[in-house]
């Protein structure tokens, strides 16, 4: 797989259609400046994304800094592709996906969309507590799940940073089983919020798109972008 490194991490720089050829268990995480940020702050994130089998971008704003060193740029992968990617290699594998996180309601969307558009994918959900850490017991839960439908992808959708750690402390419990943080293609998918026009990201301004959509996270998020661009500009 081709990767470059960037402020210490390993991304993707081809299109994960063709990395995922050399992948079979592991697990694929997204890195934005959010994420980033994040990472300076919270140990157990920054591990885990180091220590991920494939990092793409989620959003291209995290390769601007790369871009103004080098005049180059990293191949973009940003979560909706690489999650509709992954339902097109599923579908036409027969494959078996399990979808942890969100609720009920959205996961029961999610599974109608699939049964619609992706008819030859064997899927289970199952729908986590909210809480901040999950304990034994619900890990055990979820472990029973998921052994019991034998998936071949488990995506996960709990939110970062709670996602990416939660794979990196549990994914040796899973053999063989490809793990996918996507976090909010979950609502996309099953139309809680309306997906974005294709011209937004072709115009790279998906993020302005998604602040437009929940300006609240725009808000929450600032002071992580902060901490990117300060060290995009002295790193």
Known sequence: MKKINYLGYEILNEPYSHSRNFISSGSVLTISPNSYGLGTK??????ALKSADI???DGVYFALGYFLKTGKTIKKNQGPNIFYDELKIQNSRKGRIFFLGSTEETLARI??????????IEFQTFSPPFKKKLGTEDNDAIANAI???GPDVVMVGMT??????????????Y?????????????????NYKELHPLWWKLRLGWLGRAI???ELLMRNLPNYWI???NMLVK
């Not at 970062?160 to 419990?173: L, N, T």
């Open 147 to 149: 052994k019991s439908f």
């Open 42 to 47: 919270i140990p157990e994130l920054d591990e």
């Open 160 to 173: 970062c940073p709670k996602q990416e750690i939660w794979i990196r402390e549990q994914i040796d419990c």
């Open 111 to 120: 599974g109608a969309r699939l049964e619609k558009e992706y008819t030859d």
């Open 213 to 215: 959509q929940r300006p």
């Open 228 to 230: 990117y661009f300060k």
């Open 55 to 57: 990092i793409v971008l």
């Open 175 to 191: 053999p063989g089983i490809l793990f996918m943080a996507i976090g909010g293609v979950f609502d996309w998918f099953a139309g």
